[in-house]
């Protein structure tokens, strides 16, 4: 029993990360305007720069441009023996510059690369409930970035193992993406902070419902936000996420990237708070 589905899991991972199966990538030309860059900019400040960021001589993600990637997250995060996943260099001058803006489009909705093999990480994220407009926008600011090169390697090198683990699903499951996605109406609303928490949970740490995640093979536990958020008030939550401070003047842990939740406007993080105080659905 136990044979037959490691066989099974197996052959599906394997498969998955060996044989192209991604449906073809739509047919589109992203325009660039001014205003999609200037969203993709925003958008792209908060999220992948966490992990797509400029690696400092240690190896470690500077968080900061150039978008030159190159961070080895998994051995960083103690899952090396999966194999080396490596964050991509996004601007001109790394893989991207061989992409269509579908094909682009395709890997962040559905996570698959240009030869329709799945992306190990990126599948896992939740940039496939990004809107198509959001999408463009950050299709458009990683075009109009200046090309960088990386030092080192980028990219997946799974093993057989890391195929097989990602095959079973022991890394979490991607959540169902559809072809044509539309963001909710913007204002401070729940349904409107759940979106922002999409692009705003920099590295997708606290989960697909923001109530954190349990310690796994990807990491250790990272905290439910929900039980501090509720006891405060919106002026306190924005307050605490433009200084890094808790209440009871105690800072946040090294760990929350707090510096990067600060830049979200004052709607965004209005939002977030109606999000986070209320039920979970
Ligand atoms: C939690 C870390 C993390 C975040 C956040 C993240 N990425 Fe990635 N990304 C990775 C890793 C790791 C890879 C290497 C392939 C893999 O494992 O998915 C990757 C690969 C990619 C690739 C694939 C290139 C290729 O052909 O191999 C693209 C495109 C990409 N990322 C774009 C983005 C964009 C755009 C964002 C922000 C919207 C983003 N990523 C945010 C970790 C991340």
């Not at 960021?53 to 995060?77: K, R």
Request: charged share 15%.
């Amino acid at each position: 029993m136990i044979l037959a589905a490691l066989t099974f899991f197996g052959g599906k991972g394997v498969a998955a990360f060996y044989f192209p199966g991604a449906d073809p990538a739509p047919d589109l030309t992203v325009a660039g305007t001014p205003e999609q860059v200037a969203r993709g900019e925003y958008l792209v400040n908060l999220s992948c720069i966490g992990c797509h960021g400029a690696v400092d001589s240690q190896g470690n993600p500077s968080e900061a441009q150039p978008l030159s990637g190159g961070w080895n997250i998994a051995v960083a995060e103690g899952f090396g023996f999966v194999g080396d996943m490596h964050t991509e260099n996004l601007t001109p001058g790394g893989k991207l510059a061989e992409y269509t803006d579908g094909e682009l489009f395709r890997a962040l909705r559905f996570g698959y690369t240009r030869d329709g093999q799945l992306l190990g990480f990126m599948s896992l994220l939740g940039y496939s409930q990004l809107s198509d407009a959001d999408t463009e926008a950050i299709i458009a600011y990683l075009r109009s970035l200046p090309a960088a090169t990386t030092a080192g390697p980028t990219g997946d090198r799974l093993n057989f193992v890391g195929a097989v683990m990602f095959g079973a699903g022991m890394f979490g499951e991607p959540l169902p993406a559809s072809a044509s996605v539309s963001a909710p109406p913007e204002g401070v609303t729940a349904e409107y902070g759940k979106y922002v928490a999409t692009y705003g949970d920099r590295r997708g740490c606290h989960g697909p419902d923001a109530t954190g995640t349990p310690a796994s093979s990807l990491g250790p536990a990272i905290p439910n936000p929900r039980p501090l958020v509720s006891a405060m008030t919106q002026e306190q939550f924005i307050e605490m996420m433009r200084s890094g401070v808790r209440p009871g003047n105690s800072p946040f842990p090294e760990t929350m990237p707090w510096q990067n939740a600060a830049r979200m406007t004052e709607n965004d993080l209005a939002a977030l708070y109606a999000y986070l105080i209320a039920p979970v659905k």
